[in-house]
C-alpha cells in the first residue's frame, strides 16, 4: 500500500511545518455486496476505496487532510497545503512496526472469497423461509450480504507503524408484510468482524422465521399508547438506550468541549447501582472490534461505569490532550476521508442477578420492548430518542397484546439513575453508528433492564 | 491532484472502451470529483481546518439482460481494468431483466452552461477563517447564558460530475456550494438547551453569520423555557425544513423503483386520490432559486419539471428508464447513482403549490420546529412515525408556549389526506431545494405530560 519510505518522507515534511504531532492513516478497502429482492439477485456489485489522510496536531489545533493518490508528490503537497514547512523541525523517530497482541482470526474473508452461487444460495434459503412464514401475507423480502476487507496502516511521527487487516460481514434481511392496505416491516442485521464463516454460523431457517414472524406481529399490532411507564427493555440491542442515552456523552468528543451531561464528573455517582458499564475494543471477532484503533493504538477494554460509579470516558489522542485524561484505544473513523474521534465500540451493560421473568412481573401495567430500533441523541443536552421495533404491553406481570409505532424518550442522565433491574441474559447487537469520524460498525449490549419510567410516544387510536 | 475536463474525458472514454473490448454489450461510466475545505473554531481561533481532493469512477456493464456494477477510487489503468474485470463477473450473478438495460443516447456532448452554479470567486483564507470564528464568537457575545458553541464550522465544496455511456451519452457538470453551520448550548438555572442553524449559498457572501447567530441564541432561550403538553390530538404546522425533512423520510412514495420492487405503498396508485385535493406537489430540476439543480440524471436524460401530485391526485412516480420500460412509460429523467452504487430514482428540487387558506395558523396548533430520530422513527412501508419533537404552541397565530420532551405519532399517508389547510405564502427551507407554504395537518397524536 503506502510504502514506509514515502511515509518517513510524509512525516519529516509534517514535522517541517511545526506540527507537535504527524500521522497519515493509509487505506485500502475492497468491498462487496450482493442482494436478493422479489426472489431474484438486484445486485451484484464490487468495488475498491482507496485513499489517504494526514492529521497535522498543533497543540490543541487539528489540521486534515486527504486524498486518493499514494504518490510522494501529492501527500507532500497536502501537508502543505495545510500548513508551509518551514523546513526545520524535529527529526521523525524511525518507525517500528507495532506486533498485534489480539488476533481476530478471518478463515473466508475476500481474498479467500467463498464463490457467488454459494451466497446466493444463502440468500435464497433467507428468502424461502420468511416467506414460509405465511404466503399470503409476505409481501416482500429483501436479503443482503455487504463484506468488506479493509487494509489499514498508521504511520505516526511517534514512531510507530500499525497494519491491520479487518474484514467485515454482515447480514442483512428485511420482511415487508401486508394486508390489504395495511404494511409493515421488520429487519434483523447480524455481522461481526470476521468472513463467511460467521454466515455459515447462522441457522437461516431460525433467523428468517424470527423475522417473518415479527412483521406479522407488527401488521396485527395496534398502536401503543403514549405516557410515562416502566419498560423491560430485552437484551442485546436493547443496548442501544445506554449507547444513546449516555455512550456519546461519555466520548471526549464532547466531553472535551463540555458539550456533554458528564463531563467533569469523573468519580461521581451518575447512574443507578445496579449498573456497570463496558466498552471494549478486544472482544474477538465482533462487529465493533478491532486490534488497533485508527489511530495506531492497541484497543483496549474500558470500564465507563462501576456500580453507578463513573470511572472513565472513552479518549482519542486529540481529546486527550484536550482533557489530560489518557487514551482509551477509542480513537476511530470510517475512512481515511474523516480526522479519528472517540468513538465506541462493543458498549454494554453488564449482566446482573435477576431473571428477565422477575423484571417483568414486577410491572402491573407497562411495555415490554422486545426489539429496538435505532435512535439519536444530544450530548449536551442529554435528551435521547429510540424507536421499538417490537413491543408488547405489559399487564398484571405478564406480556400482553403486541403494540407497534412505539417511541422511548428521556434525558439519558435521569434514565440511568432510573434503571433498577437488571437480567442476566447479557447479548450484543450489531449496528452503524454515525457522529462526527463518519459511520462505523458498533455494537450495543445489554441484557434485559427495567427502566422504572420513561416517556412513550404512540398513536393509539 | 490537479486534473483536467479532458483528461477525466480521456480516462472514462478508455474505460468504456476496455468495457467493450472485454465482452459487455454497454457500458456507462459515472465520475464524482470534489474538493473540499472545512474550518472549525473553539475558543476563538481556528481548531479544526480540513482539505481534500477525491476522484470516484463507478461503472455498469451489460450483457444481455444482466448488469453489473463496479467502483474504484485507484485510476491507474490497470485499477480501471480490474474494476471493468469486476463488473462484468458481477453482471454474470444478477437477475436477467429485459426492462434492465444501458439505453440513453446522446449525438454529441451535453456541456450545460453551470455558471450559476460554480463562482470562480478566490476568498482569501483570512476571510474564510475569520467567519469560521465568528461563528462560535457571535452566539456567545449576543447572549452569555450560551456556555459553549461545541459545533460550528465553515464547508466550501466544488464538485464535478460525469456521465458518460457507449451510446455517445457524454455530459458534465459542475457547482460549488459554500455552507456555514453553528449550534450553540445554553444554560440557566441549571437547564439546558440547544439550537443550531445554518446557512448556504453559492457565494461566499451569501452566507450569513448573524442570521445563525440570532436564530440560534433566540430559539435555544425559547427552549429554556419549554415545557411538555397534555397528551392528546392537536393540528400540526411544521416548520419548513422539519417539514422537508420528514417529507424526504417518505419520498419513497414517489419513487417507481420501489413501486417496481414491492417496496412503495403507493404502487398500483396512478391516477387516485391519496392526499387532500389541496395538495399539489412539484419536482423542479431547473428552478432558478434552488441549490439543487439537475441538468442530466445519472443516465445522461434530461429533466424537465414533474407534477407528482396534482390536487390530492397521484400524477406521476421518479422513473429512470429500467422502470420507465417496465411499467411501459416514457422515462422522465430520474435515474439517481452515485460511482459507487446502484441505479436508482430520485428527485431534484420539490415545490409544493400556495393554497388559498389565509387563515391556515388561526386557532390553536402545534408549530414543530424539531423531530428527532427520523432515520429509525418513520416506516415508509407502512407510513407509520413517532419521533420525539420540540415547537412552539399558537393561538390565532401567537406563541403561547414553547415545548419540548412531547412524541409526534401519526400515520404520513394518512396525514396527507387530512390536511387541514395550506397557507398562501411560499417559503424557501434552508437547503433552497424544497420550497413550500404553511401546511396545517389535522389532529396528530402527542404524549406529554
Sequence with gaps: ?461 | MSVTVEQTREEISRTLDMALDSGADAAEVLVARSEKRTLKAQKGRISESEISSTRSIGIRVQRGEQLGISYSESWGESDRRKMVEMALANSLHTKRDPAQGIRVSQDGPYLPDCSAEFSEEQVPLEEQEALAVRLESEPMARDRRVIVVPYSGLNVTSGESFVANSLGVFCTDRSRLYSCYTYALMEENGIRADFGESSLGRRFGDLDVGHCAEVVCREAALRLEAKPLPGGSYDVIFQIDVLEALLESFDLMFCALAAKNKLNPMAGKLGEKIASEALTVWDLPRKPESLRKSYFDAEGAVPEDLRLLDRGVLREFYHNSETAAFFGVPSNGRASRHPKGPLGTGGNCTLVEPGEDAGVRSGTFLEIDDLDGLHSGCDPISGDFSLPCKGKLFVDNQMRQAVKDVTLAGNFYRMLREIQGIGPTLRPATSRSFFAPDIRFGKLSVAGD
Design chain 1, 1 to 461: 500500500m503506502l510504502d514506509k519510505q514515502i511515509a518517513d518522507k510524509v512525516l519529516e515534511a509534517g514535522k517541517s511545518t511545526g506540527a507537535d504531532y504527524v500521522e497519515i492513516f493509509a487505506e485500502q478497502s475492497y468491498r462487496s455486496s450482493l442482494a436478493l429482492l422479489s426472489s431474484e439477485v438486484e445486485n451484484c456489485q464490487s468495488g475498491i476505496d482507496a485513499g489517504v489522510g494526514v492529521r497535522l496536531v498543533f497543540g490543541e489545533q487539528v489540521y486534515y487532510g486527504y486524498t486518493n493518490s499514494m504518490e510522494e508528490v501529492d501527500l507532500i503537497a497536502l501537508v502543505f497545503a495545510q500548513k508551509r514547512g518551514r523546513g526545520e523541525g524535529a527529526a521523525v523517530p524511525a518507525l517500528r512496526q507495532l506486533e498485534i497482541n489480539q488476533v481476530h482470526p478471518c478463515l473466508e474473508g475476500l481474498d479467500r472469497d467463498v464463490p457467488i452461487p454459494e451466497k446466493i444460495e444463502f440468500l435464497r434459503l433467507l428468502d424461502q423461509f420468511a416467506r414460509r412464514e405465511d404466503r399470503e401475507r409476505v409481501a416482500q423480502v429483501r436479503a443482503g450480504v455487504n463484506q468488506t476487507r479493509q487494509r489499514i496502516q498508521v504511520f505516526t511521527s511517534e514512531g510507530t507503524m500499525a497494519e491491520e487487516t479487518r474484514n467485515y460481514i454482515r447480514c442483512i434481511l428485511s420482511v415487508i408484510a401486508a394486508d390489504g392496505s395495511r404494511q409493515s416491516q421488520a429487519y434483523e442485521g447480524p455481522g461481526a468482524l470476521k468472513g463467511w464463516e460467521f454466515v455459515r454460523s447462522l441457522n437461516p431457517e431460525e433467523l428468517a422465521g424470527m423475522v417473518g414472524k415479527r412483521a406479522l406481529v407488527k401488521l396485527g399490532a395496534r398502536s401503543c399508547p403514549g405516557g410515562n411507564f416502566p419498560v423491560v427493555l430485552q437484551s442485546g440491542f436493547g443496548g442501544v438506550i445506554f449507547h444513546e442515552a449516555c455512550g456519546h456523552a461519555l466520548e471526549t468528543t464532547a466531553v472535551a468541549k463540555k458539550a456533554s451531561v458528564f463531563a467533569d464528573r469523573l468519580g461521581e455517582p451518575i447512574a443507578s447501582s445496579c449498573l456497570s458499564v463496558v466498552d471494549d475494543g478486544t472482544l474477538q471477532g465482533e462487529w465493533g472490534s478491532s486490534a488497533f484503533d485508527d489511530e495506531g493504538m492497541p484497543t483496549q477494554r474500558t470500564q465507563l461505569i462501576k456500580d453507578g460509579i463513573l470511572k472513565s470516558y472513552m479518549v482519542d489522542l486529540v481529546g486527550s490532550i484536550q482533557t489530560g485524561y489518557a487514551r482509551t484505544g477509542s480513537g476511530r473513523r470510517q475512512s481515511y476521508r474523516y480526522a479519528p474521534a472517540s468513538r465506541m465500540r462493543n458498549t454494554y451493560i453488564e449482566a446482573g442477578p435477576c431473571s428477565v421473568g422477575e423484571l417483568i412481573a414486577s410491572i402491573p401495567y407497562g411495555l415490554y420492548a422486545h426489539k429496538m430500533g435505532g435512535g439519536s441523541v444530544s450530548p449536551g443536552t442529554g435528551e435521547f430518542n429510540f424507536s421499538v421495533d417490537e413491543a408488547y404491553i405489559i399487564r398484571d406481570g405478564k406480556v400482553a397484546e403486541p403494540v407497534r409505532s412505539a417511541t422511548l424518550i428521556g434525558s439519558g442522565a435521569e434514565v440511568i439513575q432510573k434503571i433498577s433491574m437488571v437480567a442476566d441474559n447479557l447479548e450484543l447487537g450489531e449496528g452503524i453508528c454515525g457522529s462526527v469520524s463518519g459511520n462505523i460498525p458498533v455494537t450495543v449490549g445489554q441484557p434485559a433492564i427495567k427502566v422504572d419510567q420513561i416517556l412513550v410516544g404512540g398513536d393509539e387510536e
